[in-house]
């Protein structure tokens, strides 16, 4: 075959996959999720060699305070060195190559869906996967779930641009590259789903759901043959015994919400100090940095790397109370300092550390105070660590998924679920943004507003808004109701009480169908086809209700109240002729 045809070849295929979307669609996100599912094997293997090479084991957190078995004169004193030497490496690779791959990730890919089309240069899986690698291998007290997700939202955003997708296409295989790391890191393809949907898309329709699955499910089956099967934490069955302790359970989830929004505010703090204090270049801001950290894994050799031996022994009840809350104070402390001098890792696992440490000094204080409850101290770890990671991200859903994957606990489901929503109604209450979008917040971006439009600057609903259409009444029959829509000329009309209260509208497709349908369509009333339609006041300005207005369920326009009255109809097309007037 010659290069001509080949590149034929390859051509033919682009134009399919372009005039064919949704099989192309199904392809690229299986293909996503294969390359993400390998990428995710291959950043493990290089945690696991980077570590073996700083510290002489496995995972120098399990046996904490031993020496390095190559250089046995240092003593446990080679912690000190370690971090400094792995900065001294990563710090100049990300400042040459790839300076978005500081940090814990996330709040980068957030960014780029958002804010960039989903555009995220591959190199960055590249430096990324590298320079995480060595962070953590060197001691740094970050998680791999940030790095993994922006090397699988990388070669997701690579793939879609190298065959010329549109811009949706391409923030929907970002979202698959992360999934599918997510899955093949941990083993929890339903996790992997719901991280990418809830966190960096916040869209659950049904065509990105089905792209994101196909990623997750291929790079799970992928990380399952080369990783195993097992569930991340091997423990035993827990139970909640008596109602009483869903009591406890509601307490631990506002503990776990004190818990993440300190854990936010110490991390940025840490920043604004280490920015203030820094004045060297940035490249060796880590090396410098880690001799700092590397007294305090002198100090406490637990937080040495990730720390999942660690969180397993706090599950077990292995620790005291009063260790749990060093370990708790000292994590938080060592994620921070990581992050500040410019390491390269993730929160969540940092989160799950949190709040196991938390859940289980509760569990152990809860038990000495109420001895006849026969509480599981280990029970309350694991609820505190997806209660923590719901408060820190704000991702409920998520949280509760991907902390049964990890355990395969089901028993502990009820707790759980009311702990994360707990944690997660007051962490917000407590704190604007999650520990995501606070990065992106204290850099001038705020991913929740909309684009303004200059000709809509202090443009009030009264300015535009119509006279109201007739409302109809509550009692009126549904052929009473076509013909007044008949007459208005409208597809809706507003419902009001006979007191004149707005409670929502008719439309004419809810009557035609009732007409037609309902057997009983003689005795059908406006009462039982009301449809709820948001509504807005005439003094708000018009940037505020564009989200309304846009609204798949308002077509029609939607209705002006003011004082509960109905005093004018809002339109789409007033509102466009408004931001772009025919010429």
Request: hydrophobic share 50%; with cysteine; proline share 5%.
């Amino acid at each position: 075959m010659t290069p001509q045809t080949k590149t034929t070849g390859w051509r033919r295929a682009l134009v399919w996959m372009r005039r064919s979307e949704n099989s192309a669609l199904i392809v690229l996100s299986i293909a996503v999720g294969a390359v993400a599912g390998v990428g995710a094997i291959a950043f493990r293997w290089l945690i696991e060699h980077a570590t073996l090479l700083f510290s002489g084991h496995a995972d120098y957190a399990a046996s904490p305070g031993d020496s390095h078995p190559w250089l046995p004169w240092l003593g446990h004193y080679f912690v000190i060195l370690a971090p400094a030497i792995g900065g001294l490496i990563y710090g100049p690779l990300i400042y040459k190559f790839a300076r978005e791959a500081r940090g814990h990730g996330v709040p980068e890919v957030m960014y780029a869906i958002n804010k960039r089309a989903g555009r995220i240069p591959a190199k960055v899986a590249l430096v990324k996967a590298l320079a995480s690698a060595i962070t953590i291998g060197s001691g740094g007290s970050v998680g791999r779930e940030g790095p993994i997700v922006q090397i699988g939202s990388a070669l997701g955003s690579a793939i879609a641009r190298w065959v010329k997708l549109n811009e949706s296409q391409v923030r929907m295989l970002v979202a698959c590259g992360a999934a599918g790391g997510i899955a093949a890191t941990f083993n929890a393809p339903i996790a992997g789903v719901f991280f990418a949907l809830e966190l960096l898309l916040a869209n659950f329709v049904a065509r990105a759901f089905a792209a994101v699955v196909l990623a997750s499910v291929t790079a799970s089956v992928i990380g399952r043959a080369a990783l195993g099967d097992e569930p991340f934490l091997s423990l035993p069955e827990f139970t909640v015994h008596g109602l009483g302790e869903y009591v406890l359970y509601a307490v631990l989830g506002v503990l776990a919400a004190l818990v993440a929004t300190s854990f936010t505010k110490v991390l940025y703090w840490f920043e604004d100090v280490a920015d203030k204090i820094w004045h060297g270049p940035e490249w060796l801001r880590p090396g410098v940095g880690g001799l700092l950290f590397g007294l305090l894994l002198l100090a406490l050799p637990q937080m040495y790397g990730v720390g999942y031996p660690v969180l397993e022994n706090a599950v077990m009840t292995k620790y005291t109370i009063g260790f749990l809350l060093i370990l708790l104070a000292g994590k938080m402390v060592a994620t921070s300092l990581t992050i500040a001098i410019g390491g390269s890792g993730g929160v969540f696992a940092p989160s799950l550390f949190l709040g196991a440490m938390m859940g289980a000094a509760f569990g152990q204080f809860a038990d000495y105070l109420f001895p006849g409850l026969d509480i599981s101290p280990g029970a309350y770890a694991l609820v505190g660590m997806g209660a923590v990671f719901a408060g820190a991200s704000r991702a409920p859903i998520t949280a509760v998924i991907i902390l049964f994957e990890l355990t395969g606990e089901y028993s502990i489901i009820l707790p759980l679920l009311l702990a994360v929503v707990t944690s997660t109604l007051l962490s917000s209450s407590l704190s604007k943004d999650s520990i995501y979008t606070a990065k992106l917040r204290r850099r001038g971006i705020d991913l929740t507003k909309k684009p303004g439009n200059a000709a809509l600057e202090g443009v009030t609903v009264a300015s535009l808004m119509s006279p109201p259409p007739a409302s109809v009444g509550t009692r009126l029959t549904v052929r009473e109701a076509i013909r007044a829509l008949r007459s208005a000329r409208r597809g809706a009309l507003p419902v009001v009480t006979e007191h004149g209260e707005y409670v929502g509208v008719v439309t004419a497709v809810a009557c035609a169908a009732a007409a037609i349908q309902d057997d009983d369509a003689g005795v059908v009333t406006v009462s039982q086809l009301i449809e709820w339609r948001d509504y807005v006041a005439p003094d708000a300005p018009l940037e505020k209700v564009i989200d309304v207005l846009l609204g798949e369920e308002a077509g029609d326009g939607v209705p002006v109240l003011e004082n509960g009255d109905v005093v004018g109809w809002l339109r789409r097309n007033t509102v466009l002729r408004k931001i772009a007037p025919v010429s």
